[in-house]
């Protein structure tokens, strides 16, 4: 019993670690942008600046509020520090079409993409909405957030200007 217990904790522990090693960077699979043109995630720089990829939905209210309220800020995010959102829509086929007349009544300044068959989701293990990565200029993965509570944004923007000073 003792010698399966340490067999299972130890798979456990090669298998973490696998997980965090793939998630160093972000995986190469393809999306949608709005209009249709396929385009591979890994691809997308920000001249060594940081970016920001979050996973969100049309019907999940916490993801659309952590948006709108970095909407608020993200003119003075970008000026700061250069910073580029990608925010990635998992909404399926199905639902899909609710994203641009979303956006467009948002006013959202971020680049979107749509995972329609959660292969990014899947790849990135994202485990549900708001999902939150932050890429330094690298293309390192060096900071995720799930979930979304009033302010976490600010804590979000603290690891931004921790890369760029």
Not at 34 to 51: E, F, H, Q, R
Not at 124 to 130: D, I, K, R, Y
Request: glycine share 6%; aromatic share 8%.
């Amino acid at each position: 019993m003792i010698k399966k217990t340490i067999i299972l904790a130890l798979s456990i522990c090669l298998s973490t670690l696998t997980f965090a090693q793939e998630l160093s960077k972000v995986p190469s699979i393809t999306v949608k942008q709005l209009d249709g043109t396929a385009v591979d995630i890994s691809t997308i720089k920000n001249d060594g600046k940081p970016i920001i990829i979050n996973f969100w939905a049309t019907w999940c209210s916490p993801c659309k509020k952590e948006l709108n309220n970095i909407s608020e800020l993200y003119d003075e995010w970008v000026e700061e520090t250069g910073v580029k959102i990608i925010a990635v829509s998992i909404d399926d086929s199905r639902s899909s079409s609710r994203v641009k007349p979303y956006i467009d009544g948002s006013g959202w300044d971020f680049d979107i993409l749509l995972d329609e068959n959660s292969d990014l989701k899947r790849a990135m293990g994202v485990t549900s909405p708001p999902f939150t990565f932050l890429i330094d200029g690298e293309g390192n993965i060096v900071y995720k957030h799930v979930g979304y509570s009033e302010g976490d944004e600010d804590e979000l923007y603290e690891k931004v200007l921790e890369l760029v000073k």
